[in-house]
């Protein structure tokens, strides 16, 4: 089966860090885009970084120099440090795989992605 399976996500102070892992399984990892997402409640779901099948990475602006996104295509894993984390980061973050379309900033947009995992719990406070 496909699937995406989040780790790593708690409860942490202002200005501490966490590191989410996403594991997959049941599709070639190293051939996808893979997305991170976050949604507080009563938001939409955001984009928050990627790392495309070639290695290159995009992030959000408001996550920049404090979030690092990267990937082991070995153990077809998918991470994402965060650091110096704020009550604004509060959400439930989501990995995503897919191959978002060329135009700008097509990476944010959650229809391009097909694949989703559950989701893990992010809360600062």
């Known amino acids: 089966d496909v699937q995406l399976v989040e780790s790593g996500g708690g409860l942490v102070q202002p200005g501490g860090s966490l590191r989410l892992s996403c594991a997959a399984s049941?599709?070639?990892?190293?051939?996808?885009?893979m997305g991170w997402f976050r949604q507080a409640p009563g938001k939409e779901r955001e984009g928050v970084a990627i790392?495309?099948?070639?290695?290159?990475?995009s992030y959000a602006e408001f996550v920049k120099d404090r979030f690092t996104i990267s990937k082991d295509n070995a153990n077809n894993t998918l991470y994402l440090q965060m650091n110096s984390l704020q009550p604004e980061d509060t959400a439930m973050y989501y990995c995503?795989?897919?191959?978002?379309?060329?135009?700008?900033?097509?990476?944010?947009?959650?229809?391009?992605?097909?694949?989703w995992g559950q989701g893990t719990q992010v809360t600062v406070s």
């Open positions: 049941g599709f070639t990892f190293s051939s996808y885009d």
């Open positions: 995503a795989a897919g191959n978002p379309s060329l135009y700008p900033d097509s990476w944010k947009v959650p229809r391009e992605y097909d694949v």
């Open positions: 790392i495309d099948s070639d290695g290159r990475l």
